[in-house]
Nanobody, 128 residues
Framework: QVQLVESGGGLVQPGGSLRLSCTASGFTLDYRAIGWFRQAPGKEREAVSCIISSNGSTRYTEAVKGRFTISIDNAKKTVSLQMDRLKPEDTAVYYC?????????????????????WGQGTPVTVSS
């Protein structure tokens, strides 16, 4: 059974940091891509970042470049999203999803619905 579980969300002050994790079970990360997405209240789900397991190639949406870092531990089947210098506009439920490397390569072109299996999400609130 393919399953993704996110963890690490919480409440943090502006300028602070959080580290989210996405742990996979029921499948390997070989030749796959893991993406992070977020959905703020009343807004559509948007892409944040993705990584290809085979070569570590990454993509970031413009709003998080230089602040967020995605990484993968293939042995632990875990993809992490280090979020630094957080802003109130980063407040959202963060989801991870898995799909083929091609989906990550076309990160900016493909809709989020193109991604396959999803986790249940972890909430992030950036507020003073």
């Amino acid at each position: 059974q393919v399953q993704l579980v996110e963890s690490g969300g919480g409440l943090v002050q502006p300028g602070g940091s959080l580290r989210l994790s996405c742990t996979a079970s029921g499948f390997t990360l070989d030749y796959r891509a893991i993406g992070w997405f977020r959905q703020a209240p009343g807004k559509e789900r948007e892409a944040v970042s993705c990584i290809i397991s085979s070569n570590g190639s990454t993509r970031y949406t413009e709003a998080v470049k230089g602040r967020f870092t995605i990484s993968i531990d293939n042995a632990k089947k875990t993809v992490s999203l280090q979020m630094d210098r957080l802003k109130p506009e980063d407040t959202a439920v963060y989801y991870c999803a898995v799909d083929s490397p091609v989906t990550c390569l076309h990160y900016d072109d493909y809709p989020y619905e193109a991604w396959g299996s999803w986790g249940q999400g972890t909430p992030v609130t950036v507020s003073s």
